[in-house]
């Protein structure tokens, strides 16, 4: 039980929160070292549509889009954000010149977190559902109704549920920040 806790749950959260810092500081060493900072000036943009692309799970889920497999969807919304996130943390790289930008970061930085959290409950309660497929089997089930029904009852159980409590607003403080911060920019840039 220890170690399938350690193996299946602590280990992979580890390597992907890991691997994100990793990539952040090899991303802003080599643009540094190659003299392409500018780049990272960018890398906001493309990072910001694609965390925004990514939340086309939250449109599938709620029924405002019925095209997609879910659970698709929702695989690249994780790809999506951590890939979006990672360009972004670039972007913010270690330059301090306002407080409205480093909230928004930080927020994103919680949100990311808090994301691979989730990821990490759905594993667990997907686990536990998988217990009650037989069950579904028995009622002659199609095999695509069966992947649909299990998937579903992962993502709605009661630890799930908590969860959603905490990571929704962390995300709406998120998109606040990140939107100030654009309309300071565009502002700056004299666009609006
Ligand atoms: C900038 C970063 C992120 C943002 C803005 C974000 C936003 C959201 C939002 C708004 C939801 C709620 C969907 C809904 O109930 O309609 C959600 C759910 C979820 N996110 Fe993220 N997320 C981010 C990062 C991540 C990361 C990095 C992962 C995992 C690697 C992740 C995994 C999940 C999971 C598993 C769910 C739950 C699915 C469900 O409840 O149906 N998220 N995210």
């Given at each position: 039980?220890?170690?399938?806790?350690?193996?299946?749950?602590i280990?992979?959260?580890?390597?992907?929160?890991?691997?994100?810092?990793?990539?952040t500081l090899a991303?802003?060493?080599?643009?540094?070292?190659?003299?392409l900072?500018w780049?990272?000036r960018?890398?906001?943009i493309?990072g910001?549509?694609l965390?925004?692309?990514?939340?086309v799970?939250?449109l599938?889920?709620?029924?405002y889009?019925?095209?997609?497999?879910?659970?698709?969807l929702?695989?690249?919304?994780?790809?999506?954000?951590w890939l979006g996130?990672?360009?972004?943390?670039?972007?913010?790289?270690?330059?301090?010149?306002?407080?409205?930008?480093?909230?928004?970061?930080?927020?994103?930085g919680?949100?990311?977190?808090?994301?691979?959290?989730?990821?990490?409950?759905?594993?667990r309660s997907?686990?536990?559902?998988?217990g009650?497929?037989q069950?579904?089997?028995?009622?002659?089930?199609?095999?695509?109704?069966?992947?649909?029904a299990?998937?579903?009852?992962a993502?709605?159980?009661?630890?799930?549920?908590?969860?959603?409590?905490v990571?929704?607003?962390?995300?709406?403080v998120?998109a606040v920040?990140?939107?100030g911060?654009?309309?300071?920019?565009?502002?700056f840039?004299g666009?609006?």
């Open positions: 039980m220890e170690k399938s806790l350690w193996r299946q749950h280990l992979p959260f580890t390597l992907l929160l890991g691997l994100l810092a990793a990539a991303g802003d060493y080599l643009l540094h070292r190659l003299n900072v780049i990272g960018y890398l906001g493309p910001t549509l965390i925004i692309l990514s939340l799970y939250s599938r889920k709620r029924k889009i019925t095209a997609g497999s879910p659970k698709t929702l695989r690249l919304h994780e790809i999506g954000t996130s990672l360009m972004v943390l670039i972007h913010a790289g270690i330059h301090f010149n306002a407080i409205l930008p480093w909230l928004a970061t930080i927020a994103m919680v949100n990311v977190i808090s994301g691979m959290v989730g990821k990490l409950l759905l594993e997907r686990r536990h559902v998988q009650q497929r069950h579904f089997e028995l009622r002659g089930l199609s095999q695509r109704e069966l992947e649909q299990v998937f579903w009852d993502v709605t159980l009661d630890a799930m549920a908590q969860w959603r409590k990571h929704i607003p962390i995300f709406i998120f920040l990140a939107l911060h654009i309309v300071s920019i565009l502002l840039w666009w609006i």
